[in-house]
């Protein structure tokens, strides 16, 4: 042990993750609606292994400007994660959750920003829940940080995370339905030994 | 007509005039260009990490700063390239989250760009220009027909290294 990489990851895994994410969306579903007053549905319709160096693309056009929130996390399970989306889906959620009616031309100012974080730290909140409560293990995320930048830029950090260790990387794509389809996915960056952990929790052996 | 070679993540290519080499929002990543402004062949590696020798998994030789340079050093001769000659320019090298404390995601870029200088220096070739820190991705082209280092930001003017 200790050799494992995402190579070694089988589609059991993957599986599992997926359900996982399921998971989580419920419970994100049922935070945003609350936070949003709105009805929404979200699910995971795909999650996939991608080449690092294919990342940047993972998303949209490498240069287009998106949304990036990252956090870290901590104790059992050590790394990060990485949640996105694009400019007109985060316009239409901070939208919501202000009541205001700003287009996708504006640049966001601070409480827009303050609110997408918050936004991210309870999707991305509810995921490592669900991951934590299947695995038992204790999974602490800090404080959200953001940036809006080209989705190569923002790409950028989660492809070196798994640069360090491997050739692939991991992405959970979500979708968010209210009233309109709100795109989103999720980046779960576990370091090395991590892994081996969520997978023997899950009690799978590779 | 000139046309433009594109260079992604993890990769490294040359060009020679009137052709423009690229690579889109760069990051964290250094985009380092080698320059030899008579024959006018460049070439450019996109780079994710500063050291292949502490990687298990370093097949990918332009995935960091040492073999990556290296390589294209290599390459860029091959093509007509004079080394005494060359110049490199570097751009990237941002913290993208404003994370606190010294983890590996505040520091990399920095550690990336240390990287390009430390081996500049091993291989004797000058580092004329550089961008690289602060918060923000970079989409950069070196126009080998006048050697000029061109680097576009979100909401940022133009700017010509």
Redesign the interface.
Known sequence: MGNM?LEDVNSMYLDVLKEIGNIGAGNATSAIAGMLGIKVDMNVPNVRLME?????MAVGA??E?IV?I?L?VENDIEG?MMFLLDIPSAWYLVNKLMMTDRGPET?FGEMELSALKEIGNIIAGSYLSALSSLTKLVILPSVP?????????????P???F?????NALLIQTEICADVAINGYFILMPEQESYEKILSALGISV | MSKVIKV????LNICKAPDVITT??????IGLVFYDPVTKVGGMVHY??PDSTK???N??IA?FADTGINELLRRVVAAGANKRRLVAKIAGG?K????SGL???GN?GARNAEAAKAILKQLGIRLVAEETGL?????VELHCETGEFHIKS??KPLKII
């Open positions: 990489t690092v160096s294919q990342l940047g490498e240069d400007t990036g990252f870290e990060s640049p940080y953001i940036a809006v930048d080209m989705a190569a830029s923002i790409l950028s950090v492809a070196i995370q640069g360090q260790f491997g050739d | 992604g993540m993890a990769d889109l929002g760069l990051g964290s990543c994710m990490l990687v298990r998994n097949s990918n995935k941002a993208m989250f404003e994370v983890s590996e995601v990399i918060n923000y991705g970079r989409t979100v909401g």
